[in-house]
């Protein structure tokens, strides 16, 4: 009875393990409850290539942030510093600041891209892995009792 109950826990736990993620609107789901994006990349680490997908949109996310910031601190900087003293206005500081913000455009929007990627890789794995699919537990019987048969 011991093993039945072990193996019958097995089952479900490995049922409930395997969970589909869904990106709505930025915020990330799992059976419709928000997660954090840290439980987002403990259930990535099942499938080692969604993670690196993610971790690079992840990676993209604080680089294209900093330059946003690094860029509008510039220009504003160099803004206010025109406004108040008798120096010309655009200076090479605006300028930086300004290439800094427009190359931030593209790498913000390639995060999206490669987040999405990692999480629609880590759903089709749970698909074509098939916890669910290749996965089957039956209860036999035959002359010397019952028993569990399982089958990958």
């Known amino acids: 009875m011991k093993n039945l ?10 049922v409930s ?3 589909e993620i869904k990106l709505e609107k930025g915020k990330y789901y799992v059976d419709g409850n928000q997660i954090s994006t840290r439980e987002t990349k403990q259930l990535l680490t099942s499938n080692p290539e969604a993670l690196k997908l993610f971790k690079s949109g992840l990676s993209k996310e604080s680089t294209g942030g900093f330059l946003i910031g690094f860029g509008g601190a510039l220009v504003i900087t160099d803004l206010v510093i025109g406004l108040v003293s008798d120096v010309n206005y655009p200076t090479i500081a605006t ?3 300004a290439g800094a913000l427009l190359v931030s455009i593209p790498i913000i929007t390639g995060k999206n891209k490669k987040m999405k990627q990692g999480i629609e890789k880590y759903n ?3 698909k074509s892995t098939g ?4 996965f ?4 036999v019987s035959n002359q010397n009792g019952y028993g569990v048969q399982i089958r990958f």
């Open 5 to 14: 109950l072990f193996l019958i826990i097995i089952f479900f736990s490995t």
């Open 17 to 19: 393990i395997a969970q």
């Open 95 to 97: 300028y930086i600041g």
């Open 124 to 126: 089709s794995g749970l």
């Open 131 to 134: 916890y669910n699919d290749n």
């Open 136 to 139: 089957e537990l039956t209860i």
